[in-house]
């Protein structure tokens, strides 16, 4: 049985190993999420550790209830440096939370994914285990997604095969590719494009 707490922990670690040999210039690096640094993303990863779930919901009043707004605040308003976030993320490898109505797969789905968007850019392949991928691949396909980060319809009339891992999910058009650029794809990160292949795609790169 997969031990998803493990899972977490090891992408945690492996991702402030990384982290820990970057330069100011790759800290200074547009990752792939809009308006972010590398060192932004990192301050975002940082954040469930630091903001208790009342302090959360305070800010989640301010910003009407809004949580990209809220996030998006932390990460850009962060001063500190990148190898202190580093050693957040590190010491709070093994720290187990998962936001409200999801369980631990979200927090395994955001390490992974940020990881992604933190090393493509730099041109660094940040390899993602089997079991983790197919985790992560299945919550950006589950209806509970598309309450919450995933684009409602996106994946409507779609199937979806990994092609290094043993998943698949839904009928229809064919997108073949790696779990986690299948799942950086549905996400509308326009890097997880460029693995795909079938005549998915294209209804799928539309849809973003």
């Given at each position: 049985?997969?031990?998803?707490h493990q899972l977490i922990s090891t992408q945690r670690v492996?991702?402030?190993?990384?982290?820990?040999?970057?330069?100011?210039?790759?800290?200074?690096?547009?990752?792939?999420?809009?308006?972010?640094?590398?060192?932004?993303?990192?301050?975002?990863?940082?954040?469930?550790?630091?903001?208790?779930?009342?302090?959360?919901?305070i800010k989640m009043i301010g910003a009407r209830g809004d949580?990209?707004?809220?996030?998006?605040?932390?990460?850009?308003?962060?001063?500190?440096?990148?190898?202190?976030?580093?050693?957040?993320?590190?010491?709070?490898?093994?720290?187990?939370?998962?936001?409200?109505?999801?369980?631990?797969?979200?927090?395994?789905?955001?390490?992974?994914?940020?990881?992604?968007?933190?090393?493509?850019?730099?041109?660094?392949?940040?390899?993602?285990?089997?079991?983790?991928?197919?985790?992560?691949?299945?919550?950006?396909?589950?209806?509970?997604?598309?309450?919450?980060?995933?684009?409602?319809?996106?994946?409507?009339?779609?199937?979806?095969?990994?092609?290094?891992?043993?998943?698949?999910?839904?009928?229809?058009?064919?997108?073949?590719?790696?779990?986690?650029?299948?799942?950086?794809?549905?996400?509308?990160?326009?890097?997880?494009?460029?693995d795909l292949d079938g005549d998915g795609v294209a209804v799928?790169?539309?849809?973003?």
């Amino acid at each position: 049985m997969t031990d998803i707490h493990q899972l977490i922990s090891t992408q945690r670690v492996s991702l402030a190993d990384t982290l820990d040999g970057f330069t100011d210039e790759q800290w200074k690096t547009p990752s792939l999420c809009a308006g972010w640094t590398v060192r932004n993303v990192a301050a975002h990863l940082a954040m469930p550790f630091e903001v208790s779930l009342p302090r959360l919901m305070i800010k989640m009043i301010g910003a009407r209830g809004d949580f990209n707004r809220v996030a998006n605040r932390v990460a850009l308003e962060d001063p500190r440096p990148g190898p202190e976030l580093s050693a957040v993320i590190r010491a709070n490898a093994r720290t187990q939370f998962k936001p409200p109505g999801f369980g631990f797969e979200a927090p395994l789905s955001d390490v992974v994914l940020h990881g992604q968007d933190i090393c493509r850019p730099l041109g660094i392949v940040r390899p993602v285990p089997a079991d983790a991928a197919a985790i992560v691949a299945g919550l950006c396909v589950s209806p509970k997604a598309q309450r919450g980060f995933v684009k409602k319809g996106i994946i409507d009339g779609l199937r979806f095969e990994a092609s290094d891992v043993d998943w698949s999910h839904g009928d229809g058009a064919l997108v073949r590719g790696p779990a986690v650029s299948i799942a950086m794809a549905i996400t509308q990160r326009a890097s997880g494009f460029d693995d795909l292949d079938g005549d998915g795609v294209a209804v799928l790169r539309s849809r973003t």
